[in-house]
C-alpha cells in the first residue's frame, strides 16, 4: 500500500470516528439533558407543547372548578369521552406523516358503524360477525381511498372531500332520514359504558407496568453492549417510575365509587380504556420498530428519496388510507357503544376536525414525517379536557369551538416555527 493511500485511509478513519463518536459516547445526566435542550432549540419540539398545554388545562379547570373536575366521575367521563377521537386521531397520525389528509376519517366512522348497527339489529347478527363487517367495510373505503391517491394520483384532499359528502349519503340510505338505529348488544354497549372488575384493572396496570420496565432496560441494555449512546439509566429508571405511576394512580383513582346514589356501586376502568391501550401500544411498536413503520416515516421525509432508496412508495401510500379508515370504524363503534345507537348524522359535524386536531396538537407535523402514535393520545386528552371542562363551567357551544380552533391554530403555528427551525439547523 502506498503511502498517499495509507493517509487517505487513515483519514476516513478519522472522519469516521469524528462522524459517529457521538453514537458511541457515554450519556451522563447532564449530557443528556444538554442534547435534548438542543434538539429543542433547533425545532425538535415533539410533545413538548402538547403535554405543557394539557397541564395547563388541567391546572385551569381545577382551579374554575375544584368540587368537579378531578372528581372520580369526571376523569371516567373523560376517559370514556376521550375514546373515539382519540383512536380516530390515531389513523389519521399515519395518514399525516406522509403529508396526506383523510377528510373522510369521520363519515367513515359512522357508516362502519351503521353497518354494524343495522346486522345486528335487523338480521339479527352476532356482535363479532356485524364487528367484523365493520371493519372490512373501513378496509375497503381505506383501500379505495388509497387506490384514488397513490394509483390515479388524485390529491388526497379531493378524493377524500368527495368522500366526506358521499358517504353521508350512505349512512342516510342505511338508517333513513330522521330514523335511529338503537344499539342494545351487551358487548359493544359495555365497551364504553361498564367497566372492568377490580382485580383486573389492577392486574393490567401491573402488567403494563412491568412490561414497559422490561422493554425500556432491554433497549438500554442493548445499546449499552453495542457501545452506542443511550439514555443514563437514572432517567431511563425515572421515565418507568413516572408511566408506572401514573398507571397505577389512574388506577387506583377508578377503582373509587363515584356512583351519584349511595344505593348503588359504580367502579373500576371502563373497558373502552385498555382497547385504546391496545391500538396505541400496537401503532407505537409498528411505527417505531418494524421496517414497515421506517419506511412510512421515509416516505414522508421524502417520498422520491424513498422511491430511489427501493421502498414501494405507492404501496405505503395505499396502507396508511387503509390502516386510517379500519381505525375510523374502530372509533365509529366506540361511539356507537357510548350512544347506544346509530344516526344518520354520526361521524359528521366537528367529529373529524377534534381528531385532526388532536394529531396535531399532539405533536404530529402537517407537513409529513415527524409524528408517534402517542401523540393521538396526548392531542385527544387535550380536546377532550376542552369540552369537558367548558362544559362543567356551563360555557356555550360557540366557545368550545373557538377555544379549540383556537389551539388547533396555535398547535399548527407551532408545527411550521418548528419546520422552520429544523430546516435552518439543517435537520
Same mark, same amino acid.
Given at each position: 500500500?502506498?503511502?498517499?493511500?495509507?493517509?487517505?485511509?487513515?483519514?476516513?478513519?478519522?472522519?469516521?470516528?469524528?462522524?459517529?463518536?457521538?453514537?458511541?459516547?457515554?450519556?451522563?445526566?447532564?449530557?443528556?439533558?444538554?442534547?435534548?435542550?438542543?434538539?429543542?432549540?433547533?425545532?425538535?419540539?415533539?410533545?413538548?407543547?402538547?403535554?405543557?398545554?394539557?397541564?395547563?388545562?388541567?391546572?385551569?379547570?381545577?382551579?374554575?372548578?375544584?368540587?368537579?373536575?378531578?372528581?372520580?366521575?369526571?376523569?371516567?367521563?373523560?376517559?370514556?369521552?376521550?375514546?373515539?377521537?382519540?383512536?380516530?386521531?390515531?389513523?389519521?397520525?399515519?395518514?399525516?406523516?406522509?403529508?396526506?389528509?383523510?377528510?373522510?376519517?369521520?363519515?367513515?366512522?359512522?357508516?362502519?358503524?351503521?353497518?354494524?348497527?343495522?346486522?345486528?339489529?335487523?338480521?339479527?347478527?352476532?356482535?363479532?360477525?356485524?364487528?367484523?363487517?365493520?371493519?372490512?367495510?373501513?378496509?375497503?373505503?381505506?383501500?379505495?381511498?388509497?387506490?384514488? $391517491?397513490? !394509483? %390515479?394520483? /388524485?390529491?388526497?384532499? &379531493?378524493? *377524500?372531500?368527495? @368522500?366526506?359528502?358521499?358517504?353521508? #349519503?350512505?349512512?342516510?340510505?342505511?338508517?333513513?332520514?330522521?330514523?335511529?338505529?338503537?344499539?342494545?348488544?351487551?358487548?359493544?354497549?359495555?365497551?364504553?359504558?361498564?367497566?372492568?372488575?377490580?382485580?383486573?384493572?389492577?392486574?393490567?396496570?401491573?402488567?403494563?407496568?412491568?412490561?414497559?420496565?422490561?422493554?425500556?432496560?432491554?433497549?438500554?441494555?442493548?445499546?449499552?453492549?453495542?457501545?452506542?449512546?443511550?439514555?443514563?439509566?437514572?432517567?431511563?429508571?425515572?421515565?418507568?417510575?413516572?408511566?408506572?405511576?401514573?398507571?397505577?394512580?389512574?388506577?387506583?383513582?377508578?377503582?373509587?365509587?363515584?356512583?351519584?346514589?349511595?344505593?348503588?356501586?359504580?367502579?373500576?376502568?371502563?373497558?373502552? $380504556?385498555? !382497547? %385504546?391501550? /391496545?391500538?396505541?401500544? &400496537?401503532? *407505537?411498536?409498528? @411505527?417505531?420498530?418494524?421496517?414497515? #413503520?421506517?419506511?412510512?416515516?421515509?416516505?414522508?421525509?421524502?417520498?422520491?428519496?424513498?422511491?430511489?432508496?427501493?421502498?414501494?412508495?405507492?404501496?405505503?401510500?395505499?396502507?396508511?388510507?387503509?390502516?386510517?379508515?379500519?381505525?375510523?370504524?374502530?372509533?365509529?363503534?366506540?361511539?356507537?357503544?357510548?350512544?347506544?345507537?346509530?344516526?344518520?348524522?354520526?361521524?359528521?359535524?366537528?367529529?373529524?376536525?377534534?381528531?385532526?386536531?388532536?394529531?396535531?396538537?399532539?405533536?404530529?407535523?402537517?407537513?409529513?414525517?415527524?409524528?408517534?402514535?402517542?401523540?393521538?393520545?396526548?392531542?385527544?386528552?387535550?380536546?377532550?379536557?376542552?369540552?369537558?371542562?367548558?362544559?362543567?363551567?356551563?360555557?356555550?357551544?360557540?366557545?368550545?369551538?373557538?377555544?379549540?380552533?383556537?389551539?388547533?391554530?396555535?398547535?399548527?403555528?407551532?408545527?411550521?416555527?418548528?419546520?422552520?427551525?429544523?430546516?435552518?439547523?439543517?435537520?
Amino acid at each position: 500500500m502506498s503511502t498517499h493511500s495509507h493517509e487517505l485511509k487513515e483519514a476516513a478513519v478519522q472522519v469516521a470516528d469524528s462522524d459517529f463518536a457521538i453514537d458511541r459516547r457515554e450519556h451522563t445526566l447532564s449530557s443528556a439533558v444538554r442534547d435534548y435542550w438542543t434538539r429543542v432549540r433547533a425545532g425538535e419540539l415533539g410533545a413538548l407543547p402538547s403535554v405543557f398545554g394539557l397541564v395547563a388545562l388541567i391546572l385551569l379547570f381545577t382551579v374554575l372548578r375544584p368540587e368537579t373536575f378531578l372528581s372520580e366521575r369526571n376523569i371516567a367521563n373523560l376517559f370514556v369521552q376521550a375514546m373515539s377521537v382519540t383512536i380516530l386521531a390515531l389513523g389519521l397520525v399515519f395518514v399525516l406523516l406522509l403529508g396526506e389528509i383523510d377528510l373522510s376519517a369521520g363519515v367513515t366512522s359512522g357508516v362502519c358503524a351503521a353497518v354494524m348497527a343495522k346486522l345486528m339489529v335487523e338480521t339479527g347478527q352476532p356482535w363479532y360477525v356485524a364487528v367484523l363487517a365493520a371493519l372490512v367495510t373501513g378496509l375497503v373505503i381505506g383501500a379505495a381511498i388509497g387506490l384514488l $391517491v397513490a !394509483v %390515479v394520483r /388524485i390529491p388526497s384532499f &379531493v378524493v *377524500t372531500l368527495a @368522500l366526506f359528502l358521499g358517504l353521508q #349519503g350512505i349512512t342516510l340510505r342505511l338508517i333513513g332520514e330522521g330514523g335511529t338505529v338503537p344499539v342494545r348488544d351487551d358487548v359493544i354497549v359495555a365497551l364504553a359504558n361498564d367497566n372492568m372488575p377490580i382485580w383486573l384493572g389492577w392486574t393490567l396496570a401491573v402488567v403494563c407496568s412491568a412490561g414497559f420496565a422490561a422493554s425500556q432496560l432491554l433497549r438500554w441494555r442493548r445499546q449499552r453492549a453495542r457501545g452506542l449512546a443511550g439514555r443514563p439509566l437514572g432517567l431511563v429508571l425515572a421515565q418507568i417510575a413516572v408511566v408506572a405511576a401514573a398507571l397505577l394512580f389512574g388506577t387506583f383513582l377508578m377503582g373509587l365509587d363515584r356512583a351519584p346514589s349511595p344505593l348503588i356501586v359504580l367502579n373500576g376502568v371502563p373497558w373502552g $380504556v385498555p !382497547v %385504546v391501550a /391496545i391500538l396505541v401500544i &400496537v401503532a *407505537t411498536f409498528v @411505527l417505531g420498530r418494524t421496517v414497515y #413503520g421506517r419506511h412510512v416515516y421515509a416516505v414522508g421525509g421524502n417520498a422520491e428519496a424513498a422511491r430511489r432508496a427501493g421502498i414501494n412508495v405507492t404501496a405505503i401510500r395505499m396502507s396508511v388510507f387503509m390502516i386510517a379508515s379500519t381505525l375510523a370504524a374502530v372509533a365509529g363503534m366506540v361511539d356507537a357503544s357510548r350512544l347506544n345507537s346509530v344516526t344518520p348524522d354520526a361521524g359528521a359535524g366537528n367529529v373529524l376536525l377534534y381528531a385532526v386536531g388532536a394529531a396535531v396538537i399532539g405533536g404530529t407535523s402537517l407537513f409529513g414525517g415527524k409524528g408517534r402514535a402517542i401523540d393521538a393520545v396526548l392531542g385527544g386528552l387535550v380536546v377532550s379536557v376542552i369540552a369537558n371542562g367548558l362544559g362543567l363551567m356551563g360555557a356555550q357551544a360557540y366557545l368550545n369551538m373557538l377555544i379549540t380552533g383556537g389551539v388547533l391554530l396555535f398547535a399548527a403555528s407551532i408545527d411550521a416555527l418548528a419546520r422552520r427551525r429544523r430546516a435552518a439547523a439543517g435537520r
